[in-house]
Each structure stands twice: as C-alpha cells, then as structure tokens.
C-alpha cells in the first residue's frame, strides 16, 4: 500500500507529510519513502493551536471550529497526493495530553478523506488509554520495524516540542523501553518568541549567551524528570511560566540557560534509565536535531556516539510522519500497533479510528 502519514508535532509549526510505500507483516515490514512535505500553518492558526494548548482557549465555539479548520487545512495540504496514495494516516494536533484521564488530538479527518477519496486512520491515542495506557509513546513500534538492526543496541530519539526517545536492543520487541524525556524545542521557541524570532537558529542565540548554572540545578529537581518510564508529558507542563525565577534571564542568557536545561534533562534520562540497559549509539531526528548547541550539549553529556538523522543519511523530518504512516497501515490491516510495557498498558491496542470518503450514487443497490 501507498499511506500518507501526516504529523502535526507539539511544536505546532505545521504538518508534516510523508508519503511511503509498505509492503509485508510485523515482523517483515518493507519501506520505501517516496515524497515528505512540510507545510508550515499559515499565520494565525498556529498561534490559535498553541493557545489551545496552554489552555488559553477555553470557548468552546473557538475549539470547534479551531477542529474543522485544522481539518480542512490537513486537506488543503494533502491534496497534491490525491490519487497517489491508497491510505491515510492522521495523527492530529495535540492541544491537551493528561494521561491516564484524557488526551485530546484536533483536526476532523472527514476534510482529509474526502480530500483524498481513501480511507483515514486518526484518532489513535485513546484506544490505548482505554486499556491503562497513556496513549503515548506510540511510534517505538514503527521505530523497532524500520530502525531496528540485529545486535545493535540503539535509541532514536526525536526532538519535536516535546524530547522522547525510543530504546531499541536489536529487532526483540519485548526490550523496547519508550518515554517522553521532558522538553524538546518548547521552551527554546518561548525564549527565542520573547527575542521577536521564532526560534533559535541553529542555536547561534544560545552559544551567544550565559547558562544560569544555579537555575539549571534547581529546575533540574522537577518531578517529572526522576519519575521512570513508562510516562509522557506536553506543552502543558513545559512552559517557561512554570520554571521557577526564570524571570531573573533575558535575551541569550534565557536561550542559552533553557538550551542547557533541556540538554542535561535529555542525558539524565539516558543516564538514568537507559545506559544501566546497554546502550551502542544514539540517532537523533525532528527539528531540534539541527541544532548544533543542543546537540553539541548532549553530545558532551553521553558517553556513546550520537548523529542526527542526517549524518546517518536520513531526512530528521520524516521520523514521526513515517511512523503514523506504519500506525496506520498495521491498523487498517487489523494487527496490534503499540508495544504495551511503552504506554503503561495491560495489553497491545489496535489503535485508530478509519473514517470513510463519502460514495456517490444511491443509498441502496438495485
């Protein structure tokens, strides 16, 4: 099958399209990339997403119809693969994630699959909340079918707006350990949003700064951070409102000191809970894999080697689309598609929904 995969990460910059070609079954799962896209929100809509997501939105009416336009949009961006794929697969917006209670992805995929005229597989998360989980990390799977490699003991972790990674010991899926390590790009896109940039290029901003090293300690005390996986986090935990007496630091010291922090809270959680397992290399992928100072930090901090994606000759922007693109097709095949011990679960979800393109003639056939 030809599957769109379309990820909208938590840096709520746009969406992310993926075009791939799949082929077999869990075990043997073939893969072939044939387009990726990235089409950034237009002005406004974004903004609107990341109120909602900090619960700055609290009208209903708003978040309605926030609902319908991320899903027309989703549409408008998938159109140029009309006719080119056999299905989709949506991972939508998330505005609120408080596992084990609720998680809540935006975007109507009726737009997608009329847009489209294939079938859409969204709405993935709850399922797996269902049986005990926190519908989330949910693409360690896809990452153990494409990622992993007999006798290497490898991690791919993914900085969006949000840092997580997934440990991968060969092909065996019972080793796979999965988390949300804390922050990824959130809190650097708020400093670099207070400097009037969008965010922090390369982190040039932050090597250009100080690092608070006495703020570093104390924010390095939060909860979430020493709780052991499985678990995960959002947006609404990692806001720079929260960090305490973090309004003591402006322009490159503020980039520099929460470039820092979200560095050291990634090598902890490999310190902590992965490097005690056996640990080869690390392979990083999403936007924050191109940012050479937090890279760089992180690099200091562990003890194997790590590359981005690119330096492994892989696109660090595809990692998350192709991976709900795989949620997708195993789904609409009728196979599990969350590894359990990753989410917390008492037992392997089918996860997603599969809404329908609309058909033309009569109701009933003659």
């Known amino acids: 099958m030809r599957v769109l995969g379309l990820m909208s990460g938590t840096s709520a910059d746009g969406v992310d399209l993926v075009l791939v070609r799949l082929e077999g079954r869990p075990p043997e799962l073939e893969y072939e990339v044939l387009e990726h896209r990235h089409q950034p929100y237009p002005e406004g809509l974004g903004s609107r997403v990341l109120m909602a997501g900090q619960n700055r939105s609290s009208d209903t009416r708003e978040l309605a119809i926030l609902h319908a336009d991320l899903g027309r949009f989703y549409a408008r961006a998938a159109e140029?693969?009309?006719?080119?794929?056999?299905?989709?697969?949506?991972?939508?917006?998330?505005?609120w994630h408080e596992p084990p209670h609720v998680t809540w992805q935006l975007g109507e995929a009726s737009w997608l699959a009329e847009a489209l005229g294939v079938p859409v597989?969204?709405?993935?998360?709850?399922?797996?909340?269902?049986?005990?989980?926190?519908?989330?990390?949910?693409?360690?799977?896809?990452?153990?079918?494409?990622y992993g490699e007999e006798g290497v003991r490898r991690s791919i972790h993914n900085i969006g707006g949000i840092s997580n990674l997934t440990y991968l010991p060969g092909r065996d899926p019972d080793g796979v350990v999965a988390f949300d390590?804390?922050?990824g790009n959130c809190l650097i896109d708020e400093a670099a949003a207070l400097m009037g940039e969008a965010?922090?290029?390369?982190?040039?901003?932050?090597?250009?700064?100080?690092?608070?090293?006495?703020?570093?300690?104390?924010?390095?005390?939060?909860?979430?951070?020493?709780?052991?996986?499985?678990?995960?986090?959002g947006r609404e935990v990692w806001k720079l409102e929260r960090l305490a007496f973090v309004r003591r630091l402006h322009g490159a010291d503020l980039l520099a000191t929460v470039t820092a922090f979200t560095a050291r809270t990634i090598v902890a959680a490999y310190r902590d809970f992965v490097l005690p397992l056996g640990l080869d290399e690390v392979w990083v992928a999403g936007g924050g894999a191109r940012?050479?100072?937090?890279?760089?930090?992180?690099?200091?901090?562990?003890?194997?080697?790590?590359?981005?994606?690119?330096?492994?000759?892989?696109?660090?922007l595809v990692r998350e689309a192709l991976a709900f693109a795989v949620l997708g097709y195993l789904r609409f095949l009728g196979l599990p598609n969350v590894l359990p011990q990753t989410t917390g679960a008492s037992k392997a979800a089918v996860a997603g929904r599969v809404t329908l393109p609309a058909v033309e003639g009569p109701l009933f056939g003659k």
Not at 80 to 95: H, I, K, N, S, Y
Not at 203 to 232: C, F, M, Q
Not at 291 to 316: C, H, M
Request: hydrophobic share 40%.
């Open 199 to 233: 965010y922090d290029p390369e982190g040039r901003i932050a090597a250009s700064g100080r690092v608070d090293e006495e703020l570093l300690e104390i924010w390095l005390n939060h909860a979430y951070l020493r709780t052991p996986p499985p678990k995960s986090t």
């Open 121 to 146: 597989v969204h709405d993935f998360r709850p399922a797996d909340l269902a049986v005990g989980g926190q519908g989330a990390p949910l693409v360690p799977y896809p990452d153990l079918l494409v």
């Open 80 to 95: 140029p693969f009309r006719g080119r794929a056999d299905l989709a697969a949506l991972a939508g917006q998330t505005v």
């Open 181 to 183: 390590t804390g922050p």
């Open 291 to 316: 940012n050479q100072t937090l890279i760089k930090a992180i690099r200091s901090g562990l003890p194997v080697p790590v590359r981005t994606f690119d330096e492994v000759g892989r696109d660090p």
